[in-house]
């Protein structure tokens, strides 16, 4: 562990004991405090008693990989419609937005969409 990484620990342990940070789970700083030192704690032992693996170069003779047209494809495809799911899913968790109002309403008098959203539904 380096100097720094176990400074920025202890000033955050600290803030995290005195009760600096609160929210609506009063629970969750410790929680978080306790999984970011055990973290830096298993790292260390792991470190200490040599069990990191570290992987071997690959042999010179090994042939570069080329990626087929098909992968990108696939890998592109796959990274758009990650992209498409989260921005839905922001979407429907955080709502509209400040510039719901400036999108005009579909149809009907209202002038956007946030007054058509305001109107009490019948």
Known sequence: MTLDA????IIY???ILWGVWRDA???APML?????????VL??????????????????????HVPSLLEGILVVGINVGIAMFDWGMTRRYTGPGPAAELIPAVG????????AAAEPKR
């Open 13 to 15: 342990s600290v803030l």
């Open 43 to 64: 790292t260390a032992v792991a470190v200490y008693y040599r069990k990191v693996i570290f992987a071997a170069p690959p042999d010179p003779a090994r042939p570069e």
């Open 25 to 27: 789970r009063p629970w």
């Open 108 to 115: 009907g008098e209202r002038n956007s969409r946030a007054e």
């Open 32 to 40: 978080n405090w306790v999984v970011i030192t055990a973290i830096y």
């Open 6 to 9: 176990i400074v920025i620990t």
